[in-house]
């Protein structure tokens, strides 16, 4: 909000140089705060995929949660209003992998019920595949496979 009032006061004052250099700024974070969002749900999405692949089952929660994960992923990802998305592919791809450790440190609490720390998990699982399903799975929704 305080960006905004910036913003008023710099165009009505005729500072359009500062006012764009604000108008890059917020935007940026508002680009920030997307991708943010976009790794909080390929967490939860990381998350129950190596459940599934560490224990060899799966529960209709995991599932919904999957699901519901990659619908918000796609969500947030869609630009509205300019179309096209805040992540490419790659890009996406890349968030997979910064998000895995994240979502391996969660999974640790919650797979075998709790038995494992992170890397003992990960060992049990392949990352690469994980990481291919998951992106897998939003590309598809998005309609892009």
Same mark, same amino acid.
């Given at each position: 909000?305080?960006?905004?009032?910036?913003? @008023?006061?710099?165009?009505?004052?005729? $500072?359009?140089?500062?006012?764009?250099?604000?108008?890059?700024?917020?935007?940026?974070?508002? @680009?920030? =705060?997307?991708?943010?969002?976009?790794?909080?749900?390929? %967490?939860?999405?990381?998350?129950?995929?190596?459940?599934? &692949?560490?224990?060899?089952?799966? %529960? $209709?929660?995991? =599932?919904?949660?999957?699901?519901?994960? /990659?619908?918000?992923?796609?969500? %947030?990802?869609? $630009?509205?209003?300019?179309?096209?998305?805040?992540?490419?592919?790659?890009?996406? $791809?890349?968030? /997979?992998? =910064?998000?895995?450790?994240?979502?391996?440190? &969660?999974?640790?609490?919650?797979?075998?019920?709790? @038995?494992?720390?992170?890397?003992?998990? !990960?060992?049990?699982?392949?990352?690469?595949?994980?990481?291919?399903?998951?992106? !897998?799975?939003?590309?598809?929704?998005? !309609?892009?496979?």
């Amino acid at each position: 909000m305080e960006e905004l009032l910036e913003l @008023r006061e710099h165009i009505e004052h005729g $500072r359009y140089a500062s006012a764009l250099v604000l108008i890059g700024e917020m935007e940026e974070m508002s @680009r920030d =705060d997307k991708i943010n969002k976009i790794g909080s749900f390929l %967490t939860i999405l990381l998350l129950h995929l190596i459940k599934q &692949h560490a224990e060899q089952r799966s %529960t $209709r929660s995991w =599932d919904v949660s999957i699901r519901n994960s /990659v619908r918000q992923i796609i969500f %947030t990802n869609k $630009r509205r209003k300019a179309g096209g998305y805040y992540l490419s592919n790659e890009e996406l $791809r890349q968030a /997979v992998e =910064d998000w895995y450790a994240v979502a391996l440190s &969660h999974a640790s609490l919650e797979a075998f019920e709790g @038995r494992y720390a992170p890397e003992e998990l !990960g060992s049990l699982v392949e990352e690469s595949a994980i990481a291919e399903e998951a992106l !897998g799975l939003i590309l598809e929704a998005q !309609g892009l496979l």
